[in-house]
């Protein structure tokens, strides 16, 4: 069970493909839009009625770029999500129904533990970012950086609260049709903590080492990979990438930006002052690009396309900030939201990236700095190359399949 954008999605697709290549019955529960995820691996598929990308671009989504990063966005994000929260509650319950155990994404946990609850179902949380409060570093949804020990974890407990009041309107009715207790508001996520409810996390431990401070069942399992029902590129683009030199890969995801035409000049402008080819992808920004130096393209699997470009210029996703570390290719990162400047901190750390370029500074001159640097000085792309055949000898899946067999 997961909800949110695509990045929040598509690592599930390969999860769920090797719990059942082990013999399980897997069904994916999220939005409808991300069925055509799981066609051909043998994973069913339950819809939830929310479609996140009319949410955010909606004149409620669109407020949020009022606040770029950190706790502003956050607060904006979690009044949204709270608004929105019991419009999947009924989806979830009825999926669950007819489910023996489930796994939950951090975006559905509070909700989907509940229901566990009141079903006396096992489940297992797998989540992409590290949610759990540290000392080690500050909360990733508030934008990376560190307000020292003491900060951290303080901080993080305080994200961790906020994700809670995202369903404390459905949570009373969803325990009262269950025939459970009425529970006061922030004791859930410390029961989860006291009854030692296991959490696997799906990154490289070589990307985000396990804090020292976490709790014994919070694990690190490494990457899960999307499963790619067609790796084959579009005839097209892979005419283009035939043509000449490595290009350098630029999109954003499903992320949403105000002025995408204006954006789109000035990282073609920056690709072409640097004497580099591009691939960009329109993406939920609506990034488009002309000339026989540059293509447009919409879906495709990164796995086959990163290992051919030069660099891959990225908006830091957990999902694409993942599939550039397994292509081993290096990244000019470029925040935008959320996780991504934790994301893009880490690879500037690993040496794979120059720096990062947010959103909200990108210009044509920022962008060529840093696309000179990291196409032009070698260490990038040995570093990134080194880093990548590690994480692709990795088994994440495997983990998961192991704990869903000791899942009682």
Request: overall charge positive.
């Amino acid at each position: 069970m997961t909800a949110g954008s695509r990045g929040d999605v598509a690592p599930f697709t390969g999860v769920g493909q090797a719990l059942a290549r082990a013999g399980h019955q897997v069904t994916l529960v999220t939005h409808a839009r991300f069925a055509p995820l799981v066609a051909g691996s043998d994973v069913g598929f339950h819809a939830l009625p929310l479609d996140p990308r009319a949410e955010l671009e909606s004149e409620r989504g669109r407020g949020l770029h009022r606040s770029a990063t950190g706790p502003g966005k956050l607060l904006r994000v979690t009044r949204m999500a709270r608004t929105l929260a019991g419009r999947i509650a009924d989806d979830l319950l009825a999926a669950a129904r007819e489910a023996d155990a489930l796994l939950l994404s951090a975006s559905v946990a509070p909700l989907g533990h509940t229901i566990a609850e009141g079903l006396s179902l096992p489940s297992l949380g797998l989540y992409l970012q590290p949610v759990a409060p540290t000392r080690e570093f500050a909360p990733p949804m508030l934008g990376g950086g560190s307000f020292g020990a003491a900060g951290n974890r303080l901080a993080g407990h305080g994200v961790e609260a906020a994700v809670e009041q995202i369903f404390t309107p459905v949570l009373p009715v969803v325990r009262a049709r269950l025939g459970l207790p009425a529970v006061r508001r922030g004791v859930l996520a410390p029961r989860r903590r006291r009854h030692g409810w296991p959490v696997l996390h799906g990154f490289s431990p070589l990307v985000v080492p396990r804090p020292r401070d976490w709790r014994a069942e919070l694990d690190v399992a490494g990457y899960w990979w999307p499963h790619d029902r067609d790796a084959r590129l579009p005839a097209r683009l892979r005419e283009f990438l035939d043509e000449g030199p490595p290009p350098v890969f630029v999109g954003l995801g499903s992320a949403t930006v105000p002025d995408p035409r204006r954006l789109g000049a000035e990282i073609v402008a920056a690709l072409r002052r640097a004497g580099l080819r591009g691939v960009i992808q329109r993406g939920w920004a609506g990034l488009t690009a002309d000339g026989d130096d540059m293509v447009t393209v919409d879906e495709a699997p990164h796995s086959t396309l990163f290992p051919e470009m030069a660099a891959v210029v990225h908006h830091c996703g957990a999902g694409t900030t993942a599939a550039g570390v397994r292509a081993g290719v290096p990244a000019v990162p470029v925040p935008i939201q959320f996780d991504g400047g934790f994301w893009g901190e880490r690879l500037v750390a690993l040496g794979v990236a120059p720096g990062t370029v947010p959103l909200r500074r990108l210009t044509a001159d920022a962008l060529t700095a840093a696309l000179v640097r990291v196409t032009r000085e070698p260490g990038y792309a040995r570093r990134a190359a080194l880093l990548g055949a590690r994480v692709r000898g990795e088994d994440g899946v495997g983990r998961v399949v192991e704990a869903v067999a000791r899942l009682g």
